[in-house]
């Protein structure tokens, strides 16, 4: 029997195994080293996100992240998707990850030893940003951005890190070296080592974030703890290039692991060259491709529905720098537990009752959570018997229940969303793998918060007086509509799905 048939073939567990730990002892080469990956690059995204979230809020407000995300987010994610396309034709597949990967790493590290100890020197003047957000009520926020725009940079680069390395990257090259009888075993495992380290990371932003308590007020203890923090970030960022790189000349050469391997390289199939009008008329005419585009579309426009109201409470909640992103670590932390224990408990669902029961159950419990959410936020004031007689106030109640709505949605996310998700991917044809995965996680997904962000930002700005927390009933209800749209798109893609599998494992037979 041959290295590939043995290496294809459906392998047998006892039904603790199965349940527990569905790899096989000879897999862990492989399994492993990818896990691995996805720990640190997950443990940088959660600092990441903590330290975006702290510096931008902080400074311009929580209302800003509509705007931070439409104007500088959206424009950037696109920018980014045609120039890998571009790049996609050029470089081989090991040298395109690190194009992509080390100008990050490059960037955080500068942002804390040079960037921000010149913050001062580097943004106008605040009375000046002041005069001029008096001066046009309307266009308050944008002052309020450029006000701190290196700080409106660290926010881009930060969420582009989710959508380019953790969403485009890791899961491409997931999808790259594979197989599908592998895929449905260690793609609910991924996310179980992933947010192993979004548990390391939250603590490590709440430890160095509680380091204040060592310094006088005086000095900047929030510029003390960025510099431990995007540290970590860059050592986490090269252990992550490292291991990749290990991968490519220790794993990826052995048929048993990958198929390629097997072939002669004159006989590999040549990367498809088109150029990038040819790629998105090819993209956009695919029925599939569009289904997955509305899914990531409508998770990210929901999660940023509910999100962006939270934070405009947390912020009232926690003014003080470190206490923010203190609070924001611990938040990272409780998702981290909640998600392994959502991977634990859910990780069976999609391998015993199929693709679209564990598809539909995001939407679901997201529906669920945010209504919830609004309803306190939007009643608060009815509810507040509530928070009389659990000893707290309504503002805290408020950001508690949104901590948890937010853990929830996450946890969901990481155990059954990207996993679903990125199946999906796998049966398609080489084009739609590469170019269709740039265009779908990364352009979808920031049209799915710029979506909620252009809303949320028309109805802050036809008022002079309009905050996060008046549009909340109106944002509650496009929330519903959102999801609906989210469930009709998996129900669809659901079917295609099955019928594609179906036929690839049909031309594994045959051949």
Same mark, same amino acid.
């Given at each position: ?21 569905p790899i096989q002892n000879t897999e862990m080469k492989k399994f492993l080293p990818m896990g691995l990956m996805m720990f640190f690059i997950l443990f940088i995204y959660t600092i990441l996100r903590d330290t975006k979230d702290t510096l931008v809020v902080g400074a311009s407000g929580a209302e800003a992240i509509s705007f931070v995300k439409f104007w500088g987010v959206t424009p950037a994610s696109i920018l980014f998707v045609i120039l890998y396309a571009k790049l996609s034709n050029i470089l ?60 409106s940079i660290f926010y881009i680069m930060a969420e582009l890190w989710g959508s380019v390395i953790v969403s485009l990257l890791f899961w491409q090259f997931a999808n790259e070296i594979t197989r599908t009888n592998e895929a449905k075993r260690f793609y609910p495992l991924f996310p179980l080592l992933g947010n192993i380290g979004l548990i390391f990371s939250g603590q490590t932003v709440r430890y160095l974030s509680d380091i204040r308590k060592l310094y006088p007020p005086e000095v900047d203890a ?108 611990? $938040?990272?932390? @409780? /998702? %981290?537990?909640?998600?392994?224990? &959502? #991977? =634990?408990?859910?990780? +069976?669902?999609?391998?015993? $009752?199929?693709? @679209? /029961? %564990?598809?539909?159950?995001?939407? &679901? #419990? =997201?529906?669920?959570? +945010? ?16 928070? =009389? ?123």
């Open positions: 029997m041959s290295v590939k048939s043995l290496s294809q073939k459906e392998p047998q567990f006892s039904k603790l195994r199965a349940a527990i730990w081989s597949r090991e040298n395109l990850f690190y194009t992509c990967i080390i100008p990050f790493i490059l960037f955080f590290g500068a942002f804390a030893l040079f960037i921000y100890p010149n913050k001062a020197f580097l943004h106008p003047n605040p009375d000046t940003v002041t005069a001029m957000k008096q001066a046009i009520p309307a266009l308050r926020y944008f002052f309020a951005l450029w006000g701190s725009w290196s700080y929030w510029g003390i703890s960025l510099n431990y923090m995007m540290s970590a970030v860059v050592v986490a960022g090269l252990t992550t290039v490292a291991i990749y790189w290990w991968m490519n000349r220790n794993v990826l050469t052995d048929p048993f692991y990958y198929d390629a391997a097997a072939m002669p390289k004159k006989e590999k199939k040549e990367k498809p060259k088109l150029s990038m009008i040819e790629s998105l008329k090819y993209l956009f005419t695919s029925k599939y491709l569009g289904f997955i585009v509305l899914i990531i579309m409508g998770y990210g426009m929901s999660i940023n529905l509910v999100e962006v109201t939270w934070k405009s409470e947390l912020k009232m909640q926690y003014a003080n720098e470190n206490a923010f992103a203190a609070f924001m670590g611990n $938040f990272s932390t @409780f /998702t %981290g537990i909640a998600t392994i224990a &959502l #991977i =634990l408990l859910g990780k +069976g669902i999609i391998r015993r $009752f199929g693709w @679209f /029961t %564990g598809a539909i159950l995001t939407p &679901l #419990i =997201l529906s669920i959570t +945010g209504v919830l959410f609004f309803t306190f936020v939007i009643f608060s004031d009815s509810l507040s018997w509530m928070t =009389l007689l659990m000893g707290t106030t309504p503002l805290f109640m408020a950001v508690m229940i949104g901590a948890t709505q937010n853990i929830l949605s996450k946890g969901t996310k990481y155990s059954l969303f990207d996993p679903t998700k990125e199946m999906s991917y796998i049966p398609l044809d080489q084009e739609l793998k590469v170019k269709g995965k740039a265009a779908a996680d990364v352009i979808g997904g920031r049209l799915g918060k710029s979506g909620g962000a252009i809303v949320q930002q028309f109805l802050l700005v036809i008022s002079a007086t309009a905050t996060q927390l008046t549009i909340a009933p109106y944002t509650c209800g496009l929330l519903l509509v959102v999801i609906f749209a989210w469930m009709f798109a998996v129900g669809g893609l659901s079917k295609m799905y099955n019928q594609k599998v179906a036929e690839k494992e049909h031309e594994l037979k045959v051949a």
